[in-house]
């Protein structure tokens, strides 16, 4: 199962993709077997030696206690240290962004794909859907 955010590629230009696995509990890695997350709206933050994703929203498992469970909580992301020191310096240096891209399996483990992004203007997000209404035309053209 891969969850993934369509609306970080409508609102960043992504430069560059980093792999992180993510500190999650038992019940949450079930929820997220069973494809029941959302990370649209989420971010990665960097703070001291460590890297969180804030505001992903994790559904609660349906056979899991859910007393005190918080959904959206922080979730610490696991990286080298060598990847931290370089994601660092290139978002306090320039106006680049960490955004997860999607969330996926791999050999078992959950990962997220964390990009570095630049913020698009509305000019340009309009350029886009215009280049890509103009493409989408061009192959039905073809296509018929």
Known sequence: MKITNRKAFYDYEILD?????????GQEVKAVRLGQADITGSFVRIIGSE??????KIFPYQNARTEDYDERRTRKLLLHKSELIALKSKTDGSNLSLVPVSLYFKHGFIKLEVALGKGKKKYEKREAI???DIKR???QELSS
């Open 130 to 132: 215009k280049k890509r």
């Open 137 to 139: 035309h061009i192959e």
């Open 51 to 56: 890297a969180y994703l804030v505001n992903a």
């Open 17 to 25: 993709r980093f792999e992180a696995g993510i500190n999650l509990y």
